[in-house]
């Protein structure tokens, strides 16, 4: 039996940079794998925004990664993920993966004393989408204490990754949950562990981050081993990066946190793509 | 000769609670006006946006005053008045007020010894309109330095308004101005009075805060006047609220700092209102 391939790329996007983080551990996993990132830092942040607001950003995305041909859509933001997902995956022709159900899975796992601290947005926050998302994975009685953290997404998209003053932010939006003696937390949102130096330095060694990342690799290794679409790896894997917002600007911050100097960067007019659901939730 | 009147309200927008501090200065002025704000909090900030967007986006807040039956627009947003106003203006049937020129002329009106300081978001500060338009008002020669404070509108948004992070930001933001021995600093974004407190007590008695609210409700005074269209004051002035983000969140921060209860606010879901120039600049 002949195995098939698929070489395009694996189509990724996100608010802003905290995509990249979940986009790194795809690299590491998958190294013969195209992807194409994009970034929506012109419209960052989501996560005060409204669900028909993110809704509508989350669609004009994927009509864009769409027409460049990707094979999957990776929505490497949790907002657009808890709030947009199902109205995704109903209108893409390609397989969609989300980044909550990986992550929970992740905190389910590695908690013993079953008592789970959540960070992300105000907008994650207020679903309960983690709430129900452990509650549903974990055979055993969990406590979930959540906690929003508006600062950090402009924290981390101004690049003050490792600064006393994020560091200041950081001890009081984690105080109320270290007080509640939880052994894990999960980073609710992929721009945290741009600064998950400073959030371990907080939390100290007694709990465990959460970061969906290398969750979410694993769940695409399985779904394009699933579908035979892997990338045949015959040529070296192409990178290539896009963002609504400064190229200058998204280039410095990218090529820091991928440790590699990312030139391939262009701008892209997320405006100009239709935002019409071919079908709702 | 008889007096006209003109009972319809004034339209304020911004693009959140920064607009506030210019609205409280025009409700001091012309107590017997009407009032119509617009904070676009859903969708901030706009100071790291390009043109096109900011473009896009105050077009769309004009048409959502513009419904309402305004008889001016102010532009109570730095950002949207360097990028936005020549569009708006040659869009609007009625009178646009920005607010860069009346905060210019007062800090070359405050400065003695000509070193001028310009805080602004990233789009006011690379626009350069501060440094263009305080040379072109000044009689003698001055020396302007900049500098972009990116933090502090999510800081301003987040209600951290007399905060120790807040501080901490800005003396990092103000350090390299004050080296320069300005004496005047203009407050180029309509949030930053909301951290008045804190900028006051770190740039110390000898530099003068110049922000632009009390001079733009002087020249909404002469246009009024000049274009006959005050308000009889016959009856009590009402003022309205509408957000296009959390209602709860803009009622908490915007009564305290009116300093009086806000209970008339609505959503606004902003997208649906068009941007098409019916004549681009």
């Known amino acids: 039996m002949t195995q098939a391939y698929d070489n395009r790329p694996i ?3 996100d608010s802003g940079l905290g995509g990249l983080t979940v986009l790194k551990d795809i690299m590491q996993r998958l190294p013969a794998e195209n992807t194409l990132y994009f970034g929506d830092s012109g419209r960052m942040p989501y996560g005060s925004k409204s669900v028909e607001t993110v809704t509508r950003f989350s669609l004009q995305n994927m009509r ?3 027409d460049q041909d ?4 990776v929505i490497a933001c949790n907002t657009a993920s808890s709030r947009a997902y199902a109205t995704i995956r109903n209108n893409s022709p390609v397989p969609v993966i989300e980044v909550i159900e990986p992550g929970s899975r992740e905190a389910v796992r590695q908690s013993e004393n079953g008592r789970i601290g959540v960070i992300g947005t105000q907008g994650t926050i207020d679903s309960q989408v983690y709430i129900k998302t452990i509650e549903k994975l974990s055979d055993k009685p969990v406590e979930i204490f959540q906690q929003a953290c508006p600062l950090f997404v402009s924290l981390a998209e101004e690049g003050w990754w490792d600064h006393p003053v994020t560091r200041d932010v950081a001890r009081i939006y984690l105080e ?3 007080s509640r003696h939880i052994d894990a937390l999960v980073l609710g949102c ?3 562990p741009l600064l998950s130096s400073v959030i371990k330095s907080i939390a ?3 709990v465990r981050l959460i ?3 290398a969750a979410v690799a694993a769940v695409i290794e399985q779904t394009l081993k699933r579908t035979e679409s892997l990338n045949n790896g015959q040529k070296p894997a192409v990178h290539a990066y896009f963002t609504s917002d400064s190229v200058r600007r998204f280039q410095t911050l990218s090529s820091l ?3 590699q100097p990312i030139t391939d960067i262009q701008h892209v007019d997320i405006e100009q793509y239709s935002c019409d659901a071919l079908q709702s939730d």
Chains 1, 2 share one sequence.
């Open 70 to 73: 990707v094979k999957m859509i």
């Open 257 to 259: 946190f991928l440790d």
């Open 11 to 13: 189509g990724v996007f």
């Open 176 to 178: 109320p949950l270290l």
């Open 64 to 66: 864009f990664l769409l």
């Open 190 to 192: 992929t721009h945290y």
């Open 211 to 213: 970061h969906s990342g």
């Open 204 to 206: 100290g060694p007694s």
